[in-house]
């Protein structure tokens, strides 16, 4: 889903940058270079290029890849992968910076359908940093709910574990994933693990640079 989010923000940040929708699908395609993704890629466009398919395209808007693209990658359980994940530690914060364990939290939660806020709440003191749990225990009202509990943590931060990457470089990506020609994420965080997918920087469309509509 990281690849999908990271172009979706970019399409929304630059609408005039396409202009239609089998823009946006090819360019989303001209960055599955690798692995699984670009064997994927390889047959849209050679499913295409029969003689009895001249003229028509294999996805009939933005949309329909998307949910073809998610079929293909995202795992098919990807909620009980979440909700098993919440009830081990593996989840924890640990060394992790505030902000990447939030941020691995709410996906899990979402997920996993998680709605209940007492559930989230204890799911989320029970995986935070013991100091930074304790220093927000201590400030008044907070009750259970999960958003009031979130915007405290983050005002929180333990020595160096802080966030340094820009927003358009999610601090869980490798660094060497990341460039100032990277469209914003790494097909890997996607794809099924194992699939070998690697991001090679390509050179048009980049997403780091300003756009036409002043964005």
């Known amino acids: 889903m990281a690849f999908l989010n990271s172009c979706q923000v970019y399409i929304r ?18 960055y599955m270079k690798a692995g699984q993704a670009a064997k994927w890629s390889a047959h849209v466009f050679q499913w295409e290029e029969q003689p009895e398919n001249v003229g028509y395209h294999k996805f009939v808007d933005w949309e329909d890849f998307q949910d073809e693209f998610k079929r293909e990658f995202c795992p098919v359980y990807a909620d009980s992968a979440a909700i098993n994940r919440l009830e081990s530690i ?23 359908s998680h709605s209940d806020p007492k559930t989230i709440v204890m799911k989320f ?14 400030q008044p009202c907070l009750l259970d709910v999960p958003r009031t509990w979130f915007q405290q943590t983050g005002t929180q931060q ?6 340094t990457e820009p927003p358009m470089k999610p601090s869980n990506l490798p660094t060497e994933c990341c460039s100032d020609s990277d469209p914003s ?13 690697e991001y090679k920087p390509s050179t048009h469309s980049d997403p780091q640079k300003p756009c036409s509509n002043g964005h």
């Not at 333990?158 to 966030?163: A, E, S």
Request: glycine residues 6%; hydrophobic residues 40%.
């Open 90 to 112: 593996a989840y924890f914060q640990k060394s992790r910076s505030v902000d990447e364990y939030l941020d691995e939290f709410q996906d899990l939660i979402m997920e996993a």
């Open 125 to 138: 003191c029970q995986g935070l940093d013991t100091q930074i749990q304790n220093a927000i225990a201590t």
């Open 158 to 163: 333990l020595g160096p574990l802080t966030r």
């Open 13 to 30: 940040l630059c609408p005039n940058s396409f202009m239609d929708e089998q823009a946006k699908i090819v360019w989303a395609m001209s």
């Open 185 to 197: 994420v790494h097909l890997q965080h996607c794809l099924i693990s194992g699939s070998g997918a």
